[in-house]
């Protein structure tokens, strides 16, 4: 099982940018063999698939985010990063960060999340 702490969310502007970070660990997980994923959940919605990257560097994007988020990994820090730009009100959401099979990346289907972080964007 794959245990996670997401940082870097915060307040910001319509337009701005913000990077997010999720550092990876657990017994027995080697982190380069996962697929790492970014999940939100906005105020009353489901939680939905933002970005997730597989062990190999394949990417899947959620429509909303297309051309605006970019997600990455650092095998070397056992780290999946988003990076998220030209911010918008809609995204506002706390953002999670979850690690395991492609299916089960692509489906959000874990049995356990982190804390997750919040990412506010208003003026």
């Known amino acids: 099982q794959v245990q996670v702490v997401e940082s870097g969310g915060g307040l910001v502007q319509p337009g701005g940018s913000l990077r997010l970070s999720c550092a990876a660990s657990?017994?027995?997980?080697?982190?380069?063999?996962?697929?790492m994923g970014w999940y939100r959940q906005g105020p009353g919605k489901q939680r939905e698939l933002v970005a997730a990257?597989?062990?190999?560097?394949?990417?899947n994007y959620a429509d909303s985010v297309k051309g605006r988020f970019t997600i990455s990994r650092d095998n070397a820090k056992n780290t999946v990063y988003l990076q998220m730009n030209s911010l918008k009100p809609e995204d506002t959401a706390v953002y999670y960060c979850?690690?395991?099979?492609?299916?089960?990346?692509?489906?959000?289907?874990?049995?356990?999340w982190g804390q997750g972080t919040q990412v506010t964007v208003s003026s």
């Open positions: 657990g017994s027995g997980v080697i982190f380069s063999r996962n697929a």
């Open positions: 990257i597989s062990n190999g560097g394949s990417t």
């Open positions: 979850n690690g395991g099979s492609w299916n089960a990346a692509i489906r959000a289907d874990f049995g356990s």
